[in-house]
């Protein structure tokens, strides 16, 4: 008798329960209904399955109460506030020599190959320098090693130029042979 008080009772909660999983707070119901269901197939006696239908009825008579979304609302909060940040993590604007220089950088940096025997850098040397590092082998002739050195300058005095950073870019330049092989 108290089984089918329990089953009768349980079919009457559940359309009211899927009337309601249609609100904003579907998944609270829905997680309500799956540990009813969980709990029942694990019940043993008619007090286990009465326990667990007045679970699944507090359950549900919660997320009917908007209980769900308060809670949504607390983590939400707990998430948009600001956590200490990691290295990495941080962001990061950097100045505009630093934007110049990895521009710079970017499309002028060369490693040195049989072909052309030198290798051409871009780095920050201060807030307002650039700093073109030029390494060659002692047999490249110099009049092909300044070329390269000018056409630098230029670019990167024509991209300042379309930043209006033109007034404070510095330029300076360094030139060294490698070692010669033993």
Known sequence: M????VVALFLLLLPGASAQAQSPCADC???????????LDNAISAGDRNDCLETRQTRTKACSDNQCREDREEVATTETQPT???PG???YTP???????????AGLRREATPDHPYSLDIVLA????????????STLDRNTLNKAIEAAREAIRSTARNYGWDKWVK????????PAKK
């Open 171 to 178: 330029i300076r330049e360094t030139v060294e042979a490698y």
């Open 95 to 105: 100045t505009e020599g630093e934007w110049l220089a990895l521009l710079m950088r």
């Open 89 to 91: 993590v941080t962001p």
């Open 126 to 137: 201060d807030p307002q320098t650039l700093h073109i590092v030029v390494r060659h082998a």
């Open 29 to 39: 119901f829905n997680a309500a209904q799956a540990e009813a269901r969980k709990c």
């Open 84 to 86: 200490r940040s990691r």
């Open 2 to 5: 108290n089984v089918r008080l």
